[in-house]
């Protein structure tokens, strides 16, 4: 199944990624190898960064929205972007 995720943010353009902090950062910080020791580190170091940057939520809602599955986006990881979708997919099923 698909995630459609609809909300009044146009993801699908490119200024929100002008905006983004990420633009001066090594991508190789967004994605880190594992999920234990020095990749914790690693995912802490990215979230920061994504948590100083304007364009944090339409990141996220680009990574839902297009089923990001690795790496760190607008400042959560590859299971806390798992979780939102379940998350959503429950609501939606809810709804229907």
Do not use: H, Y
Request: some cysteine; aromatic content about 8%.
């Amino acid at each position: 199944m698909a995630l459609t995720w609809s909300r009044s943010i146009d993801w699908d353009t490119a200024d929100w990624r002008e905006l983004a902090a990420c633009r001066d950062t090594d991508p190789d910080l967004f994605f880190p190898v594992g999920t234990t020791g020095p990749a914790l580190q690693q995912i802490d170091a990215a979230k920061a960064v994504c948590r100083a940057c304007e364009a944090q939520g339409q990141c996220l809602e680009f990574a839902l929205a297009t089923n990001q599955e690795s790496g760190v986006w607008g400042a959560t990881s590859e299971e806390e972007r798992r979780k939102i979708r379940k998350g959503w997919l429950s609501r939606q099923r809810r709804a229907s």
